[in-house]
């Protein structure tokens, strides 16, 4: 009889417990997957940062395409001097041309590894962030569970007819005292 007027209050407690356990598994699973993208946003930074632009296919395509060029106005310039007969002069002038052209390409892809760099700390951060603002609310959602779960439980219990389970376990209510209804009478 005594179990039975406890039951509402076992249930509640039970039900709570079994809701705090599933829901800390969730929240587990992702802080996991918030740590694993974490890492790969790390990864990702690192080697888009710390590679050099130079070492790409773009700018190792871009040098090649350059040289080509070159080699093609370098070979076009002797053969002009020869045919034509120009100076040292104007020959050694055409070559500082083409050290111009390749010394420009050569900033050029400077200036765009340094741009791809700032490109993938600026996604870097902004994914931080926004791993960071997941946290943040994550905690926030633990704090109110928590503090749910509590207002859920005093509810559960206050919401119980506690005569009945105090009358159930042998206890004597008079004008809202509790006694246990043994010893203590006059004599």
């Known amino acids: 009889m005594a179990f039975a007027a406890l039951l509402p209050a076992i249930i509640s407690v039970a039900t709570s417990v079994a809701g705090a ?51 093609s106005r370098s070979r076009a310039d002797q ?29 050029a892809l400077a200036s765009r590894g340094q741009l791809r760099r700032d490109e993938a700390k600026g996604r870097y951060l902004s994914r931080r962030y926004g791993l960071e603002g997941l946290e943040h609310d994550e905690m926030s959602k ?26 159930s376990f042998g206890a004597k209510t008079s004008g809202g005292l509790t006694s246990s209804g043994g010893g203590g009478g006059k004599a």
Not at 22 to 48: C, P
Not at 82 to 107: F, Q
């Open 21 to 71: 356990a599933s829901e800390g598994a969730g929240r587990k699973k992702m802080a996991r997957e918030r740590a694993k993208w974490a890492a790969e946003n790390t990864s990702l930074f690192n080697r888009d940062y710390y590679s050099n632009y130079m070492d790409g296919a773009e700018a190792q395509n871009a040098i090649r395409q350059m040289r080509e060029e070159l080699r």
């Open 79 to 107: 053969n002009s001097q020869a045919v034509l007969g120009t100076t040292n002069a104007v020959s050694a002038a055409n070559k500082e041309g083409r050290n111009k052209a390749m010394a420009s390409l050569y900033g």
């Open 142 to 167: 633990t704090a109110q569970s928590a503090n749910n779960m509590m207002y859920n439980g005093l509810q559960g219990l206050s919401g119980m007819d506690w005569a009945d389970v105090f009358k």
